[in-house]
C-alpha cells in the first residue's frame, strides 16, 4: 500500500504542474498522469482486470485526443479572424495608395498647375487680360479652384460577403 501511496502522490503532483505550465508541458504531464494510473492499475491486478484497465487507457486516449483538437480548432479559427482582418486592413491600405496615386498623376497635370498658377499666385496667361469685378464678396475660406481635399470624404465600398458555397470553395482549394 506505500507504493500505491507514493504513485498517487506523484499524480497528485503532475496535476498541479498542469495548471501553471504551458500547452507543451501540460501534454506531457498529461500523459505522464496516465502513466502513472496505468502503472498503479498493473499493480492493483487481483482489484481490477487487464480489459478494464484498457478501456479506461482508450477513454482517456479519446479523450485527450478531442480535448487537442478541440484546441486545434479554436487556434485555428483565431488565426483566421486575424488573417481577415489583416487582409481587410491590406485593402484599405491598397485603395489608399491607389487614390494618392491618382492624386499625385492630376498635381502633375498641366491644367491643375494652371489653376493653382491662378488661385493662388494670381498670375494669368501672357496674351490674357484680367478683369476686376467690384462688389463680389469672396469667401477666404472657400477657393474658386479645387480643394486639397479632393479625395478625403470619399470611402472604399465594404467587400461583398461571399457565399457559402465560395466559402466552402475557398477552404478546400485556397483563393
Known sequence: MGLLRERVDVVVTDATVTSRANSSQR??????????????NIDMLGA?????????LLIG????AVYSNINLIVRNHKLGQIL?????????????????KLLISYYQTPSFQEVEAR???????PDE??????????????????????????????????TNIQLWWQYFFGE
Open 84 to 100: 481577415r482582418e489583416k487582409k481587410t486592413q491590406t485593402a484599405q491600405q491598397d485603395f489608399n495608395n491607389e487614390k494618392l
Open 48 to 56: 481490477v482486470s487487464r480489459e478494464f484497465m484498457l478501456k479506461a
Open 129 to 162: 487680360t484680367v478683369y476686376v469685378v467690384k462688389g463680389l464678396t469672396m469667401d477666404t475660406n472657400q477657393s474658386p479652384g479645387l480643394s486639397d481635399n479632393l479625395y478625403n470624404d470619399i470611402q472604399p465600398a465594404p467587400p461583398t460577403a461571399k
Open 119 to 125: 488661385r493662388r499666385l494670381g498670375l494669368k496667361k
Open 27 to 40: 501534454r506531457s504531464a498529461i500523459w505522464r498522469i496516465v502513466f502513472v494510473i496505468v502503472r498503479v
Open 61 to 64: 486516449l479519446f479523450i485527450f
